[in-house]
């Protein structure tokens, strides 16, 4: 219903609307028939409520004084929250302040009916309270088994919810305390009310190995297994498969392809070759990428269950697969020494890095090497102290074209930032384990040449099949990333002019990656580059043509992955007709659902490794209390500030009740704290020593101290505010 909900509101609330009927109003809806009912019961609801009024001849119009609109609320840790307005044609509305007591239910992820009763202004945000919940994102939540006084209650992981819900009996399904399981909210919680749900499974204490894995798992719904018709599907294709079979393909067995990718990679989707023609004297650029789409029918159950599914998902000693592994880790994957298939996209770039012409294909590859990062990066330093004993174990030919590899990507690299590509560097953590899989430490990853060469070789790939397919027309998937606001720009520039690095046209890309390279081996690094990370739009899927912001790039997809990702598969599909029928089309509506789809179930992948990263992180600290950590302050609140380790992928909160030796103002101009009677400071971007003070693995929190400061026995345990406007100016808990 909620679809329409929107559909109806937008139309009877637009300045150009006459009033009318319902079936003249539902005719300009341009909804199919089949609709209709749903049409009038939201109709009826919308009376009933008062949004909308009947008048005279029965024509509507709108029943509030105050605007309506729906959107995809978020609840904070303080218990207020904030809802993000569905974008309508294009235009994007502010977020709208909702305090606690106006929320009603609502959870984060679910979309709301919203009352605006402030519009935003220069100094305010919008406010406005909850009508209704439209759609739950979810019912299903995973937390920590409690009894209390005979009742059985169960505390939510995360700051969805104030307080426990209530389970029913006790031991329910055999839980202990203490037990991690998963509940269906049966009623959801509201500031007044505790929630009530159902514990559907058990899935072991909260020690167990492997329970903080199955509960990220529940808790963001991600999909364990493969219905037996994909399967099926994947062993029927597989038994089909010949390596000598290449018709219609064209043959590259006979060339010198490489791979190079993580010592831990499963599937390997994209190899690569650079020559120089003997004539032209061009570098040729060729890039293969794993042909799945020869394998997955269109329509098909292998393909129904990875368009759901649409991306795999990398977590932390576990990979949940677009694809079955007879399709991602064999049959596409292009395994060292076996014939694959591949669409392979050929670039000849002059001396002067102009695209002198590119191809495409349906082709056929042996993968005569795999390398893993670290090895070509290592025989790239060897290059570079022209040590031959060390290389004596490689071809020739393969070296002199790893040193072709290292110069192209480099001349590619210079070219990208001179049309004013932004490089934002925020290192991937990488877990350590002992022998027993237990998290041991934790480590930044490093981003070397070796990194490089591949990423450029995919960018100018994907640039490349983007360009063609805009060419000729053809609606496709793009990855855009739109300019940002302005507002946030300027808002980044007085941020970097705090720490020294002022902008004179924060507007300027140039000047932006200024700064970015300014900062690239400063303390302030990771504070400068995720400001400016949070000042951008965020990167989706869409048909609409649009640029991709950081790369500095006009027309960008997503072709070179198409065994992790849905989007690069379409892409592919496009290119294959065209190469067989030098024609293909697509239906924009379709592309625009299937966008939002594959956007919405990336960011899910993606926040569920986070998840699940930051709760591995904070249970090895969990057994490290007073370990000292050498940190940077990347933010700063009137609460205290927030620091991140240098050498390891945490961050906490210092608390301003920690800084005892002084009372400590806010300032909020310099986003510094200022001792009264020392006139020590805490800026963003100094470097500190600090100690873990606690770990809440419930929250997910991370209390830091300064490693100089004494413990007040009275805080140790305490739970402290993570946001709000208290303590203010050197008011400390005590």
């Given at each position: 219903?909620?679809?329409?909900?929107?559909?109806?509101?937008?139309?009877?609330?637009?300045k150009?609307?006459?009033?009318?009927?319902?079936?003249?109003?539902?005719k300009r809806?341009?909804?199919?028939?089949?609709?209709?009912?749903?049409?009038?019961?939201?109709?009826?609801?919308?009376?009933?409520?008062?949004?909308?009024t009947r008048?005279?001849?029965?024509?509507?119009?709108?029943?509030?004084?105050?605007?309506?609109?729906?959107?995809?609320?978020?609840r904070?840790?303080s218990?207020?929250?904030?809802?993000?307005?569905?974008t309508?044609?294009?235009?994007?509305?502010?977020?709208?302040?909702?305090?606690?007591?106006?929320?009603?239910?609502?959870?984060?992820?679910?979309?709301?009916?919203?009352?605006?009763?402030?519009?935003?202004?220069?100094?305010?945000?919008?406010?406005?309270?909850?009508?209704?919940?439209?759609?739950?994102a979810?019912?299903?939540?995973?937390?920590?088994?409690?009894?209390?006084d005979?009742e059985?209650?169960?505390?939510?992981?995360?700051n969805?919810?104030a307080?426990?819900?209530?389970?029913?009996?006790?031991?329910a399904?055999?839980?202990?305390p203490?037990?991690?399981?998963?509940?269906?909210?049966?009623?959801?919680?509201?500031?007044?009310e505790?929630?009530?749900?159902?514990i559907?499974?058990?899935?072991?204490?909260?020690?167990?190995?492997?329970?903080d894995?199955l509960?990220?798992?529940?808790?963001?719904?991600?999909?364990?297994t493969?219905?037996?018709?994909?399967?099926?599907?994947a062993?029927?294709?597989?038994?089909?498969?010949?390596?000598?079979?290449?018709?219609?393909?064209?043959?590259?067995?006979?060339?010198?392809?490489?791979?190079?990718?993580?010592?831990?990679?499963?599937?390997?989707?994209?190899?690569?070759?650079?020559?120089i023609?003997?004539?032209?004297k061009?570098?040729?650029?060729?890039?293969?990428i794993?042909d799945?789409?020869?394998?997955?029918?269109?329509g098909?159950?292998?393909?129904?269950?990875?368009?759901?599914?649409?991306?795999?998902?990398?977590?932390?000693?576990?990979?949940?697969p677009?694809?079955?592994?007879?399709i991602?880790?064999?049959?596409?994957?292009?395994?060292?020494?076996?014939?694959?298939?591949?669409?392979?996209?050929?670039?000849?770039f002059?001396p002067?890095?102009?695209?002198?012409?590119?191809?495409?294909?349906?082709?056929?590859?042996i993968?005569?090497?795999?390398?893993?990062?670290?090895?070509?990066?290592?025989?790239?330093?060897?290059?570079?102290?022209?040590?031959?004993r060390?290389?004596?174990?490689?071809?020739?030919?393969?070296?002199?074209?790893?040193?072709?590899?290292?110069?192209l990507a480099?001349?590619?690299r210079?070219?990208?930032?001179?049309?004013?590509?932004?490089?934002?560097?925020?290192?991937?953590?990488?877990?350590?384990?002992?022998?027993?899989?237990?998290?041991?430490?934790?480590?930044?990853?490093p981003?070397?040449?070796?990194h490089?060469?591949?990423?450029?070789?995919?960018?100018?790939?994907?640039?490349?099949?983007a360009?063609?397919?805009?060419?000729?027309?053809?609606?496709?998937?793009?990855?855009?990333h739109?300019?940002?606001n302005?507002?946030?720009?300027?808002?980044?520039?007085?941020?970097a002019?705090?720490?020294?690095?002022?902008?004179?046209?924060?507007?300027?890309?140039?000047?932006?990656?200024?700064?970015?390279?300014?900062?690239?081996?400063?303390?302030?690094?990771?504070?400068?580059?995720?400001?400016?990370?949070?000042?951008?739009?965020?990167?989706?899927?869409s048909?609409?043509?649009?640029?991709?912001?950081?790369?500095?790039?006009?027309?960008y997809?997503?072709?070179?992955?198409?065994?992790?990702?849905?989007?690069d598969?379409?892409?592919?599909?496009?290119?294959?007709?065209w190469?067989?029928?030098?024609?293909?089309?697509?239906?924009?509506?379709?592309l625009?659902a299937l966008?939002?789809?594959?956007?919405?179930?990336?960011?899910?992948?993606?926040?569920?490794?986070?998840?699940?990263v930051k709760?591995?992180?904070l249970?090895?600290?969990?057994?490290?209390?007073?370990?000292?950590?050498?940190?940077?302050?990347?933010?700063?609140?009137?609460?205290?500030?927030?620091?991140?380790?240098?050498?390891?992928?945490?961050?906490?909160?210092?608390?301003?009740?920690?800084l005892i030796?002084?009372?400590?103002?806010?300032?909020e101009?310099?986003?510094?704290?200022?001792?009264?009677?020392?006139?020590?400071?805490?800026r963003?971007g100094?470097?500190?020593?600090?100690?873990?003070?606690?770990?809440?693995?419930?929250r997910?929190?991370?209390?830091?101290r300064?490693?100089?400061?004494?413990?007040l026995?009275e805080?140790?345990g305490?739970?402290?505010?993570?946001?709000?406007?208290?303590?203010?100016?050197?008011?400390?808990?005590?």
């Amino acid at each position: 219903m909620s679809e329409i909900l929107t559909k109806i509101l937008h139309a009877v609330s637009a300045k150009s609307y006459h009033p009318l009927k319902a079936k003249p109003l539902f005719k300009r809806l341009n909804l199919p028939e089949s609709a209709y009912p749903e049409f009038r019961r939201t109709l009826r609801e919308l009376i009933r409520t008062g949004r909308l009024t009947r008048h005279r001849n029965n024509t509507l119009r709108l029943g509030e004084t105050h605007p309506t609109l729906t959107g995809i609320y978020r609840r904070l840790a303080s218990g207020h929250g904030f809802v993000r307005p569905h974008t309508i044609d294009g235009v994007s509305q502010p977020e709208i302040f909702i305090r606690s007591d106006k929320a009603l239910d609502a959870a984060t992820g679910d979309e709301v009916l919203v009352r605006v009763t402030r519009e935003a202004s220069a100094t305010k945000d919008a406010a406005g309270e909850i009508l209704r919940v439209l759609e739950r994102a979810t019912r299903t939540f995973v937390g920590t088994y409690l009894e209390r006084d005979g009742e059985a209650f169960v505390r939510v992981d995360g700051n969805l919810f104030a307080h426990s819900v209530s389970v029913g009996d006790p031991g329910a399904k055999g839980a202990k305390p203490h037990d991690k399981v998963v509940i269906e909210m049966l009623r959801f919680p509201t500031p007044d009310e505790r929630g009530e749900g159902v514990i559907t499974e058990v899935l072991g204490p909260h020690s167990q190995p492997g329970v903080d894995t199955l509960s990220v798992i529940r808790a963001f719904g991600l999909p364990e297994t493969f219905p037996e018709a994909a399967l099926a599907e994947a062993r029927q294709v597989a038994s089909q498969f010949s390596e000598t079979d290449l018709h219609g393909r064209h043959d590259f067995t006979q060339e010198l392809v490489i791979t190079i990718d993580p010592a831990d990679a499963k599937d390997f989707d994209d190899a690569v070759s650079v020559t120089i023609d003997p004539k032209t004297k061009h570098w040729v650029l060729s890039v293969h990428i794993a042909d799945v789409g020869a394998f997955v029918k269109a329509g098909g159950a292998l393909d129904c269950e990875a368009r759901k599914r649409a991306t795999s998902v990398y977590l932390p000693q576990k990979v949940l697969p677009m694809f079955p592994e007879v399709i991602s880790n064999g049959l596409a994957s292009l395994q060292e020494g076996k014939v694959r298939y591949v669409k392979t996209v050929r670039i000849e770039f002059t001396p002067h890095l102009q695209k002198a012409h590119v191809a495409f294909f349906n082709g056929a590859i042996i993968n005569k090497k795999r390398f893993t990062y670290d090895e070509v990066q290592a025989l790239l330093d060897q290059m570079q102290r022209d040590d031959p004993r060390s290389l004596s174990a490689y071809p020739p030919e393969l070296l002199t074209m790893l040193r072709r590899m290292r110069d192209l990507a480099l001349l590619l690299r210079k070219k990208r930032f001179k049309r004013g590509a932004l490089e934002l560097t925020m290192p991937e953590a990488v877990l350590e384990y002992d022998a027993e899989g237990r998290v041991c430490g934790a480590h930044f990853a490093p981003h070397h040449l070796s990194h490089q060469i591949i990423e450029e070789f995919m960018l100018a790939a994907n640039e490349a099949v983007a360009e063609h397919l805009t060419q000729h027309d053809i609606p496709f998937l793009r990855r855009v990333h739109p300019a940002p606001n302005e507002e946030k720009l300027e808002a980044f520039a007085q941020f970097a002019d705090l720490l020294g690095y002022p902008l004179q046209r924060p507007q300027d890309r140039f000047e932006l990656q200024r700064v970015l390279q300014a900062t690239q081996d400063k303390p302030e690094r990771a504070a400068v580059h995720f400001a400016l990370l949070r000042s951008l739009k965020q990167a989706a899927y869409s048909p609409i043509q649009d640029e991709h912001y950081a790369l500095a790039s006009p027309h960008y997809c997503h072709f070179t992955s198409p065994i992790r990702r849905y989007p690069d598969l379409q892409v592919h599909r496009l290119l294959d007709r065209w190469l067989k029928h030098r024609s293909a089309k697509a239906n924009i509506d379709e592309l625009v659902a299937l966008g939002e789809h594959c956007s919405r179930m990336e960011r899910r992948a993606e926040n569920a490794e986070r998840e699940l990263v930051k709760l591995k992180i904070l249970t090895y600290l969990s057994n490290r209390l007073g370990e000292q950590l050498d940190a940077v302050i990347t933010g700063v609140a009137d609460y205290g500030f927030f620091a991140q380790a240098e050498q390891f992928p945490a961050e906490g909160l210092v608390h301003i009740s920690s800084l005892i030796d002084d009372y400590y103002w806010f300032d909020e101009s310099s986003h510094s704290l200022e001792g009264r009677r020392t006139k020590r400071r805490f800026r963003l971007g100094d470097r500190v020593r600090v100690e873990v003070a606690r770990v809440d693995l419930q929250r997910r929190l991370l209390d830091l101290r300064l490693a100089a400061m004494p413990c007040l026995a009275e805080n140790n345990g305490e739970e402290l505010p993570r946001s709000g406007r208290l303590p203010r100016r050197g008011q400390r808990r005590q």
